[in-house]
Each structure stands twice: as C-alpha cells, then as structure tokens.
C-alpha cells in the first residue's frame, strides 16, 4: 500500500497514514473538521476506541455495539450500518499497514450554527483514525501510581456514565488532579464515596482468590472489564478465581493484595501506590500477572473474547 504523505517520517506518529471521514480515506495530516463542529464547541459527540493485534480489531462488534447505544441515547443517527463502519475500520487497517495500534471511531453531531441546540447540526459526521501503540510506551515492570481524585464521577442523573461520549471534563480534571499529586492516574469515586473507576480504565481489586469490581450503575463498564470477566469465568486464567461487582470504598483499595486497572488503551496494568500506599510490596502480583497474560494471549490469537456468564456486555453497556 502506498502511504499517502512523502515526509511521512517527519511527521508525528499520530499523524501518519490515512484516516476515514465520512466513508473517504485521506491522509490523516490533511484530515480536518469544521471549526464549527458541535463536536468541537460542545463536546457534542461520541467515540469508541478498539485495540488491533496483527491487524485485527478485538471486539470490534462489542465496540460497535456501545457506540450505536451512545448514539441511540443521544439521539445522533449517523448514516452507516455497523458492517458498513466494519468495513471502513477493516480497510483502514489495511491501508495504514500497521501490524497493532488503537483504532478510534468518533462520531460528532457535525457542523451547525455555533449555538448549543443540537438541531443546528446539519449531519452527523463520522471520523475513523489509527495510531499505532502504545502512545506512552510503559514499563510492564513498573506499575500505575494512582491518587484518589477529589474530583467525583458524574451521576448518572447528570450523565449517563454508559455513555461514552466527547466529553472527557470530568475525566480530565480529576486526572489534572492526580498528575498535580504526583501520581501517574486517578481513582474517581461515584458521588456516595463508593470507588468508581479511572479516567479511561476500569480497576479491580483482589482479595485471596476473590476478584472485586465496582459495579456497572455508576462507571462506564468496559469491555475489557468484560472480557476479564469471561477470561476468569471460563478457567483461562486459572488459580481458582471467582470474580464479583460489588461497592468498594477506598479502604477495600488500600487493603487489598493486589490491584490492576483495566481498558484497551490500558491493557491490564498492576497498581504500584494508592496514595503512596504501597500495593503488594509495589510489585505485580500472581493474579495481575495471569490476567495479563490470559488477555495478552486472547489477542495475540486474535480469539473472540470468551462470552461472559454475567455481567453480559449488553447489561453492562460495555
Ligand atoms: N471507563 C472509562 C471512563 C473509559 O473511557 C474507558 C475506556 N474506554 C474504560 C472505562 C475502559 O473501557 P474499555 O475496556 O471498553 O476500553
């Protein structure tokens, strides 16, 4: 495939390649939207983003499945069918000739008049851009510090947090937070105190052989989070495990022997510090251990996801 820029290699990684907007592939460093797109102003707009491993996409229906419901909620009906973004995010992968990467589908209301009434939008817009990962290459050795956020997630009677939409504030700013406080990520609790989840990730604690996860009402359940879910219940990981969503306080955190954070960006990824309390002696331990390796497994084999007994995919908006 030929690449679609000369100074290609000048160019920053993120923008290398093609992207896909509105059915057309171009290259991504010409890739461009309206300054008057909904998106833009008001973070009007949903996304999903979709790990590949050897050029296959994992879980892609699952991920298409929680952007059509993102869409559905926010009354955005852009023109293709789910085979139809399939295609299109198959091709991209394709021409941009990347053997892994993170593929991201955002959907925008699209360009209007710049008042915030979602009617003025003309047409959906529908972009679809390929960065190959990791964006910060990670020491697997050295775990996530994290500090409990100040910050709370939104409720669900504000936001439907299932939603995963454009607007990342709230995520944002608890993670301004946490970089402030020295740590590398944030845990944000729901607005009853209960843990909730990190800005882009899920997290679990462990407990002897018992897996704890906050449960779906107040986080974005993810499909990660899902497939550890099937990955323990079918055996995979093995050592016995049961897993179970349950609320969690900051105590169960502290007290737990290990704990891990979940999500395609993400991958599994152990928790050295919470608050600069050290988890498991600061580091990964047997249980993170043989969750990363049955996920790392799943993609490297290009394995559908083993189909969760509970909580499914579509329970948990994941
Ligand atoms: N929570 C939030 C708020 C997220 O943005 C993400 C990343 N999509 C996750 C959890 C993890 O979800 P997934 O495993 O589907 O990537």
Same mark, same amino acid.
């Given at each position: 495939?030929?690449?679609?820029?000369?100074?290609?290699?000048?160019?920053p990684?993120?923008?290398r390649g093609?992207a896909?907007?509105?059915g057309?592939f171009i290259? #991504?460093?010409q890739?461009?939207?309206?300054i008057?797109d909904?998106?833009?102003?008001?973070?009007?707009?949903?996304?999903?983003s979709?790990?590949? &491993?050897k &050029?296959?996409p994992?879980?892609?229906?699952?991920h298409?499945?929680r952007?059509e419901?993102?869409?559905?909620?926010?009354?955005l009906?852009?023109?293709y069918?789910?085979e139809q973004l399939?295609?299109?995010?198959?091709?991209?992968i394709g021409?941009n000739?990347?053997?892994?990467?993170?593929v991201?589908?955002v959907? $925008?209301?699209?360009e209007?008049?710049?008042?915030?009434?979602?009617?003025?939008?003309?047409?959906?817009?529908?972009?679809?851009?390929m960065q190959?990962q990791p964006?910060?290459?990670?020491?697997?050795?050295?775990?996530?510090?994290?500090?409990?956020?100040?910050t709370?997630r939104?409720?669900?009677v504000?936001l439907e947090?299932r939603v995963?939409s454009?607007?990342y504030l709230n995520?944002?700013?608890?993670k301004?937070e *946490?970089?402030?406080?020295?740590?590398d990520d *944030?845990?944000l609790l729901d607005?009853?105190?209960?843990v909730?989840?990190?800005p882009?990730?899920?997290?679990f604690?462990?407990r002897g052989r018992?897996l704890?996860?906050?449960?779906s009402?107040?986080?974005?359940a993810?499909i990660?989070?899902?497939?550890?879910f099937?990955?323990?219940?079918?055996g #995979?990981?093995?050592?016995?495990?049961?897993v179970?969503?349950?609320?969690m $306080?900051?105590?169960?955190?502290f007290?737990?022997d290990?704990?891990f954070v979940?999500?395609?960006?993400t991958g599994? *990824?152990?928790?050295?510090t919470?608050?600069?309390r050290v988890?498991?002696g600061?580091v990964?331990?047997p249980v993170a251990s043989a969750?990363?390796?049955?996920?790392e497994?799943?993609?490297?084999?290009?394995?559908?996801? *083993?189909?969760?007994?509970?909580?499914s995919i579509?329970?948990?908006?994941?």
């Amino acid at each position: 495939m030929t690449h679609p820029s000369h100074d290609h290699d000048e160019l920053p990684p993120y923008k290398r390649g093609y992207a896909c907007i509105d059915g057309e592939f171009i290259a #991504a460093a010409q890739a461009t939207v309206s300054i008057f797109d909904h998106s833009f102003l008001y973070g009007d707009g949903v996304f999903e983003s979709i790990v590949c &491993r050897k &050029r296959r996409p994992f879980a892609l229906q699952p991920h298409l499945d929680r952007l059509e419901a993102s869409c559905r909620y926010l009354q955005l009906e852009q023109p293709y069918t789910a085979e139809q973004l399939a295609d299109m995010v198959h091709e991209l992968i394709g021409r941009n000739g990347l053997e892994s990467g993170i593929v991201r589908i955002v959907v $925008s209301r699209g360009e209007g008049y710049p008042v915030s009434d979602p009617r003025r939008a003309l047409a959906p817009k529908v972009v679809i851009t390929m960065q190959a990962q990791p964006a910060v290459k990670r020491d697997p050795a050295q775990g996530i510090r994290l500090a409990i956020a100040s910050t709370r997630r939104i409720p669900p009677v504000c936001l439907e947090p299932r939603v995963k939409s454009n607007n990342y504030l709230n995520h944002i700013v608890a993670k301004l937070e *946490a970089v402030a406080a020295g740590a590398d990520d *944030a845990i944000l609790l729901d607005i009853e105190g209960n843990v909730a989840e990190l800005p882009v990730a899920n997290i679990f604690a462990v407990r002897g052989r018992v897996l704890s996860t906050p449960p779906s009402g107040a986080i974005l359940a993810g499909i990660t989070r899902a497939t550890v879910f099937g990955l323990i219940e079918s055996g #995979a990981v093995g050592l016995g495990l049961s897993v179970r969503e349950r609320q969690m $306080s900051p105590y169960d955190l502290f007290c737990a022997d290990e704990v891990f954070v979940v999500g395609t960006g993400t991958g599994v *990824a152990f928790v050295s510090t919470i608050d600069g309390r050290v988890i498991n002696g600061g580091v990964i331990g047997p249980v993170a251990s043989a969750v990363l390796e049955a996920y790392e497994e799943l993609l490297e084999n290009g394995l559908e996801p *083993a189909q969760p007994t509970a909580p499914s995919i579509s329970e948990v908006g994941g």
